[in-house]
């Protein structure tokens, strides 16, 4: 079985220090998460597993976001996720590498608006490593997805983040039906 280590949007808007909707920042630096994640894809790399980056992003003028979605309109209101500004560069401090691939999606999941899922299916990636911000959003949205589609999911817990250490908790505790719910050390480890 194939595997591929996804993060998912680790990105300057939603995590970083001046981030116009960082909620989950200070889980984040509390949690060491950036430290954490280059240990990961530098394991992912030796052991030539893939190492994809997604992230949300939009067109200035915002015309490919949700069109009824409550959270990406409030995120347009105070000018999020625009490509064009600095809010989407991954964050300071994350070892990426050339060789590692980038896909921008248009949602909530890591699949929305992008060619990711048929790149996994291609490459027969069949079981996925999730990790990123928030839990309660990108990483509920992407396992339910993937579980859907047929994936082997496993959730790194502690490379996640929420608002709150609580929001954190209960997602994994809804996660653990559909997939595993693991500490990176644990995959680490194999």
């Given at each position: 079985?194939?595997?591929?280590?996804?993060?998912?949007?680790?990105?300057?808007?939603?995590?970083?220090?001046?981030?116009?909707?960082?909620?989950?920042?200070?889980?984040?630096?509390?949690?060491?998460?950036?430290?954490?994640?280059?240990?990961?894809?530098?394991?992912?790399?030796?052991?030539?597993?893939?190492?994809?980056?997604?992230?949300?992003?939009?067109?200035?003028?915002?015309?490919?976001?949700?069109?009824?979605?409550?959270?990406?309109?409030?995120l347009k209101q105070i000018g999020a996720l625009r490509l064009?500004?600095?809010?989407?560069?991954?964050?300071?401090?994350?070892?990426?590498?050339?060789?590692?691939?980038?896909?921008?999606?248009?949602?909530?999941?890591?699949?929305?608006?992008?060619?990711?899922?048929?790149?996994?299916?291609?490459?027969?990636?069949?079981?996925?490593?999730?990790?990123?911000?928030?839990?309660?959003?990108?990483?509920?949205?992407?396992?339910r997805q993937a579980h859907d589609v047929g994936f082997k999911v496993t959730v790194l817990q502690d490379l996640c983040a929420?608002?709150?250490?609580?929001?954190?908790?209960?997602?994994?505790?809804?996660?653990?039906?559909?997939?595993?719910?693991?500490?990176?050390?644990?995959?680490?480890?194999?």
């Amino acid at each position: 079985m194939t595997a591929a280590l996804i993060l998912i949007d680790l990105i300057e808007d939603l995590a970083g220090p001046k981030g116009r909707a960082n909620y989950c920042r200070e889980q984040i630096v509390k949690r060491g998460v950036v430290a954490r994640i280059n240990t990961a894809t530098a394991y992912a790399r030796v052991r030539k597993i893939p190492v994809i980056w997604v992230r949300t992003g939009f067109a200035d003028d915002y015309h490919d976001i949700p069109a009824h979605s409550p959270l990406f309109t409030h995120l347009k209101q105070i000018g999020a996720l625009r490509l064009s500004n600095g809010g989407c560069r991954w964050l300071e401090g994350l070892e990426m590498k050339t060789e590692d691939l980038q896909f921008e999606k248009k949602a909530v999941c890591a699949f929305a608006g992008n060619n990711l899922l048929v790149w996994l299916q291609q490459n027969r990636c069949h079981h996925l490593l999730l990790c990123g911000v928030s839990t309660s959003f990108a990483i509920e949205g992407t396992v339910r997805q993937a579980h859907d589609v047929g994936f082997k999911v496993t959730v790194l817990q502690d490379l996640c983040a929420a608002q709150t250490e609580e929001i954190h908790q209960q997602s994994l505790d809804t996660l653990q039906n559909l997939g595993e719910i693991i500490h990176s050390r644990s995959w680490m480890k194999d």
